[in-house]
């Protein structure tokens, strides 16, 4: 797991996830873990603004809607599942079964594409998702509103890449 920032504000959050957002090809898979208000939803607005899509300043939680498609040169698909989780399987395991990710058409790759970037919140609901992704953690300490930690975690060739490049483009004070 490499660390991309500690004792973060909201603005170097969404200068990081701005950076991240200008370095996406397409194709890409990203995991946003997190409690409740660590920030996913701002992440993924400011990903959106680096991503050069139409309108970033509608990118708000699909937390009801569960899925919201931004367009533009590369088509963010913003996906919540919290609250896909079948009431059995979250109440024995924690954890959402296959129907939650199958019913919004993740696992048969309808919504992912060469030309979309997937962003996932409560992603860690989904049991098996592909092999390559880059999951990102957003930790923000009890009582401390205005901190958080950002950490990313690549699985698969593609999102090692991408973490290379990212973690470059924070070294070169274009982030963070």
């Not at 170097?12 to 370095?23: M, N, Q, V």
């Not at 990903?47 to 367009?71: K, M, N, Q, Y």
């Not at 919540?80 to 939650?100: C, F, I, P």
């Not at 989904?126 to 390559?132: A, H, R, T």
Request: with cysteine.
């Amino acid at each position: 797991m490499a660390l991309l920032g500690h004792d973060l504000d909201e603005t170097a959050l969404t200068a990081a996830a701005r950076a991240l957002g200008s370095l996406l090809r397409g194709g890409e898979l990203l995991l946003l873990d997190g409690a409740m208000g660590a920030g996913k939803t701002t992440f993924t607005r400011a990903l959106a603004e680096g991503l050069g899509v139409d309108r970033p300043e509608r990118v708000t939680s699909p937390t009801f809607a569960l899925c919201l498609i931004h367009p533009g040169p590369r088509t963010l698909v913003h996906i919540d599942l919290y609250r896909r989780g079948e009431a059995d399987d979250v109440q024995q395991s924690g954890h959402t079964g296959g129907a939650g990710a199958a019913a919004l058409g993740l696992d048969s790759g309808e919504l992912a594409g060469p030309d979309k970037i997937l962003a996932v919140e409560w992603a860690e609901y989904w049991i098996s998702p592909p092999e390559d992704h880059l999951r990102i953690v957003i930790v923000r300490p009890p009582g401390v509103a205005a901190s958080r930690t950002l950490e990313a975690t690549a699985a698969g060739p593609g999102a090692a890449d991408l973490l290379d490049r990212w973690i470059a483009s924070i070294r070169r004070g274009t982030a963070i």
